[in-house]
């Protein structure tokens, strides 16, 4: 069984920072592609950025030049480095990970979501 755990989320007012963190624990053979999702309430879930096994990175056109994605590899971990914050980024924000159980097989995973709330 493979689990996401995210921690980080919070309060935080309008210009400040955060940094969420993902790790997976279980049994598997490595974490391929993770992604940050986020989830306002009445809309949609949307990409916020994405990191490949190589490190290449994209971001939501919303968080880009503000947001930092970047993983640890050792610790199974990625994080999510959050500046400039804005009301307008409240949300639940979602670990995703592509991750390999054995050589052959890859399955998808979330984590439960960490809630971040911008606001004075």
């Known amino acids: 069984q493979v689990q996401l755990l995210e921690s980080g989320g919070g309060l935080v007012q309008p210009g400040g920072s955060l940094r969420l963190s993902c790790t997976a624990s279980?049994?598997?053979?490595?974490?391929?592609?993770m992604a940050w999702y986020r989830q306002a309430p009445g809309k949609q879930r949307e990409l916020v950025a994405a990191?490949?096994?190589?490190?290449?990175?994209n971001y939501g056109d919303s968080v880009q030049g503000r947001f930092t994605i970047s993983r640890d590899n050792a610790k199974n971990t990625v994080y999510l480095q959050m500046n400039s914050l804005k009301s307008e980024d409240t949300a639940v924000y979602y670990c995703?990970?592509?991750?390999?159980?054995?050589?052959?097989?890859?399955?998808?995973?979330w984590g439960q979501g960490t809630q971040v709330t911008v606001s004075s």
């Open positions: 995703n990970a592509a991750i390999l159980r054995t050589l052959i097989t890859e399955y998808d995973y």
């Open positions: 279980g049994s598997f053979v490595r974490m391929n592609a």
């Open positions: 990191i490949s096994i190589g490190g290449r990175t």
